[in-house]
T-cell receptor, first 116, second 113 residues
Framework: GAVVSQHPSWVICKSGTSVKIECRSL??????MFWYRQFPKQSLMLMAT?????????EQGVEKDKFLINHASLTLSTLTVTSAHPEDSSFYIC????????????FGPGTRLTVL | AQSVTQLDSHVSVSEGTPVLLRCNYS??????LFWYVQHPNKGLQLLLK??????LVKGINGFEAEFKKSETSFHLTKPSAHMSDAAEYFC???????????FGKGTTLSVSS
């Protein structure tokens, strides 16, 4: 299967700071990247979808100015949580997709963000 | 619009007994369906997937699921539970290749000795 890495795997930060999460597809080219968020004991919710070289499309209720997504290359996408607050504490999971692969999606191991 | 309903938020079984995790879906198209497992503080692992081939799908670790279009169901089963099966299980639907997955709310499986 495809290999996806996320960095960092966990991060603790103070309220008001920004945190950048990197997602890399190590052995395939991801033309599309999905970013999900999972609150404790809840399911995964799609935050945004980005295509390489294009602006991300955000789901309803997700602030695009707060969650900055960059998908500058086919192997790297970043999610920056700007001016983080305790309510942003969550598990963030990326899911890169290969064009032309039928419904096989791969997930990063996730990043647990705790905002104090 | 597509949706997924996992009928049980929590299932408890004894080690060695069968497991049944129920999932119903709603889709306008012929969907692809998946079951993922998530162990505590770990990422998602694909158990099995249905993509319009055989309706009985066998996955890893002895799990299998049967796609029943008439019942719009995709229940996950395993003949004999193991302690290591204790985890969160998600039923997932996708209508088109390359689109985002829709996750069910999850079922927590507990296995007692």
């Amino acid at each position: 299967g495809a290999v996806v890495s996320q960095h960092p795997s966990w991060v603790i930060c103070k309220s008001g700071t920004s945190v950048k999460i990197e997602c890399r597809s190590l052995d395939f080219q991801a033309t599309t990247m999905f970013w999900y968020r999972q609150f404790p004991k809840q399911s995964l919710m799609l935050m945004a979808t980005s295509n390489e070289g294009s602006k991300a499309t955000y789901e309803q209720g997700v602030e695009k100015d707060k969650f900055l997504i960059n998908h500058a290359s086919l192997t790297l996408s970043t999610l920056t949580v700007t001016s983080a607050h305790p309510e942003d504490s969550s598990f963030y999971i990326c899911s890169p997709t290969m064009a032309g692969v039928m419904n096989e999606q791969f997930f990063g191991p996730g990043t647990r963000l705790t905002v104090l | 619009a597509q949706s997924v309903t996992q009928l049980d938020s929590h299932v408890s079984v004894s080690e060695g007994t069968p497991v049944l995790l129920r999932c119903n879906y709603s889709s306008s198209y012929s969907p692809s369906l998946f079951w993922y497992v998530q162990h505590p503080n770990k990422g998602l692992q694909l158990l099995l997937k249905y993509t319009s081939a055989a309706t009985l799908v066998k996955g890893i670790n002895g799990f299998e699921a049967e796609f029943k279009k008439s019942e719009t169901s995709f229940h996950l089963t395993k003949p004999s539970a193991h302690m290591s099966d204790a985890a969160e299980y998600f039923c997932v639907v996708s209508e088109q290749a390359g689109t985002a997955l829709i996750f069910g709310k999850g079922t927590t499986l507990s296995v007692s000795s």
